[in-house]
Nanobody, 116 residues
Framework: QVQLVESGGGWVQSGGSLRLSCEASGFTFETYTMSWYRQGLGKERQLVGSITYYGRETDYADFAKGRFTLSRDNAKKVVYLQMTDLQPEDTAVYYC?????????WGPGTQVTVSS
């Protein structure tokens, strides 16, 4: 079965950086686009960005452009989200996601807290 496990979240001061990881299993990782979403307290879940199966194309939400970078290691079945210049408004639970065969799967999420 599809499993996604995020890690790397934590507390950071404004302007700091974090790198999130998502380990995947249960599907042919290298053939699917992987995405990161986030959900702040009391807010709707929003797309952060996506990376295509061979990492040749990435797409970012406006708030992520220039600060966040997606990458993947298909051999390790891991997708990364490097976040820089973090701000308090980036505080959220960050989720890894994939949608093989028409069903979207989510990891349990990892909390990112940015203090001013």
């Amino acid at each position: 079965q599809v499993q996604l496990v995020e890690s790397g979240g934590g507390w950071v001061q404004s302007g700091g950086s974090l790198r999130l990881s998502c380990e995947a299993s249960g599907f042919t990782f290298e053939t699917y686009t992987m995405s990161w979403y986030r959900q702040g307290l009391g807010k709707e879940r929003q797309l952060v960005g996506s990376i295509t199966y061979y990492g040749r194309e990435t797409d970012y939400a406006d708030f992520a452009k220039g600060r966040f970078t997606l990458s993947r290691d298909n051999a390790k079945k891991v997708v990364y989200l490097q976040m820089t210049d973090l701000q308090p408004e980036d505080t959220a639970v960050y989720y890894c996601s994939v949608m093989p065969i028409g069903t979207r799967y989510w990891g349990p999420g990892t909390q990112v807290t940015v203090s001013s």
